[in-house]
């Protein structure tokens, strides 16, 4: 198992793991295959790609100006691989780069609906800090996260 930086040759990798998620609000693949691309040509994030035998999941990274928050943007696993202790892994991972980086805090948005991972990241001293009303489509809720790096 390792997790490795990916690269614009890694579109079509990281849309399988977004499409193969079972996320929700993923409507095709073709629109996957957008969320890739504009990932990389936006610039304004590294992604990080989990690999098995194969690409399972992957995670998206940001940072403000000053380097002192770290988002994490997107995090994906395939429906195949989850629950099997994957997003702990990618979530030490997303954590030691904060520190790395030296930044101060990292934040994250998650459904509000989605117990799993909000279990998870409050494991992992993640609090909820705000809330944004009617951010899907549905009229649902997303809650903002967040962690302070010691």
Same mark, same amino acid.
């Given at each position: 198992?390792?997790?490795?930086?990916?690269?614009?040759?890694?579109?079509?990798? %990281?849309?399988?793991?977004?499409? /193969?998620?079972? *996320?929700?609000?993923?409507k095709?693949?073709?629109e996957? =295959? #957008?969320? $890739?691309?504009?990932?990389?040509?936006?610039?304004?994030?590294?992604?990080?790609?989990?690999?098995i035998?194969?690409?399972?999941?992957?995670?998206?990274?940001?940072?403000?100006?000053?380097?002192?928050?770290?988002? %994490?943007?997107?995090?994906?696993? /395939?429906?195949? *691989?989850?629950g099997?202790?994957?997003?702990?892994?990618? =979530? #030490?991972? $997303?954590?030691?780069?904060?520190?790395?980086?030296k930044?101060?805090?990292?934040?994250?948005a998650?459904?509000?609906?989605?117990?799993?991972?909000?279990?998870?990241?409050?494991?992992?001293?993640?609090?909820?800090?705000?809330?944004?009303?009617d951010?899907?489509p549905?009229?649902?809720?997303k809650l903002?996260?967040?962690?302070? =790096?010691?």
């Open positions: 198992m390792k997790i490795k930086k990916g690269t614009i040759k890694d579109i079509n990798t %990281i849309a399988d793991i977004e499409w /193969k998620s079972g *996320y929700k609000w993923n095709n693949k073709e996957c =295959i #957008k969320l $890739a691309k504009r990932l990389f040509d936006e610039g304004y994030c590294d992604i990080y790609i989990l690999y035998k194969e690409p399972a999941g992957y995670f998206a990274m940001a940072f403000n100006k000053n380097k002192k928050v770290c988002y %994490i943007n997107y995090f994906a696993i /395939k429906k195949q *691989y989850q099997k202790g994957l997003s702990k892994i990618m =979530i #030490k991972k $997303a954590i030691d780069i904060s520190k790395k980086s930044c101060k805090e990292i934040e994250l998650v459904w509000n609906k989605n117990f799993p991972a909000i279990s998870l990241y409050n494991k992992f001293g993640f609090f909820v800090f705000d809330i944004k009303r951010k899907y549905n009229g649902d809720n903002k996260m967040r962690k302070e =790096i010691i």
